[in-house]
């Protein structure tokens, strides 16, 4: 008799573990966010979306020459905020750019409505000709699917623990104006 209590209460503290540390309420809507370092890590902008279930593939140093969507992922909103790393680099804009277009067309093609955020003004030289390169990129490519999120304000590197890497504050700033992108 002993056993079968011992398992019971077993088997009750196994469910209650499990919704205790369940994922977040399928009921928000997914997002997946596809970045670099600016969407790596514990004080990255994506931990401050609120209202979404996310999903975030971000790797530190990724550039787009480097980068392939995910083949089982489909469908939903997603946000993209690749070419900070390229811009560092140094890759050639219009080989970035022809990158980007595929990426692109390749997540419309899985159902993704993709926000596309291009790379902050880090006060380098390269900025105005990548800015202006998205922008050109995002022209030729499905308005119907893909948004500009175009963030106007100059990335304040007071805000930075390294001129580029976001402390909190700066971040919550980042999800918040990405948050309004989503709407």
Same mark, same amino acid.
């Given at each position: 008799? &002993?056993?079968?209590? $011992? ?5 009750? %503290? &196994? ?9 977040? %309420? =399928? ?5 997946? $966010? ?28 990724? &550039?787009?020459?480097?980068? &392939? =969507?995910?083949?089982? *992922? ?19 804009? @219009? ?6 277009? /595929?990426? *692109?067309? !390749? ?16 006060? *380098?030289?390269?900025? @105005?000709?990548?800015? /202006?390169?998205?922008?050109? !990129?995002?022209? @030729? ?7 500009? %999120? ?6 304040? @590197?007071? *805000? ?10 700066? /971040? ?6 990405? !948050?309004? %992108?989503?709407?």
């Amino acid at each position: 008799m &002993s056993d079968k209590i $011992i398992v019971i209460v077993v088997g009750i %503290c &196994s469910i209650a573990w499990m919704v205790v540390h369940a994922p977040r %309420c =399928p009921a928000e809507p997914r997002l997946v $966010i596809i970045g670099d370092s600016l969407s790596a890590g514990p004080e990255s902008w994506p931990q401050y979306m609120e209202g979404y279930n996310v999903h975030v593939l971000a790797q530190g140093g990724r &550039s787009l020459l480097e980068y &392939s =969507p995910p083949r089982d *992922l489909s469908g939903g909103k997603l946000v993209y905020f690749l070419g900070t790393a390229d811009m560092i680099k140094g890759t050639p804009v @219009k080989q970035a750019a022809r990158y980007m277009a /595929s990426h *692109l067309g !390749t997540l419309v093609g899985r159902g993704y409505e993709v926000v596309l955020v291009p790379p902050p003004n880090l006060q *380098l030289r390269k900025f @105005k000709r990548i800015n /202006s390169q998205y922008r050109l !990129t995002w022209r @030729k490519v499905d308005f119907e699917h893909v948004h500009l %999120c175009d963030i106007a304000w100059e990335w304040d @590197k007071k *805000l930075t623990w390294d001129g580029i890497h976001p402390v909190p504050e700066l /971040s919550r700033r980042l999800a918040g104006a990405i !948050t309004e %992108c989503l709407q």
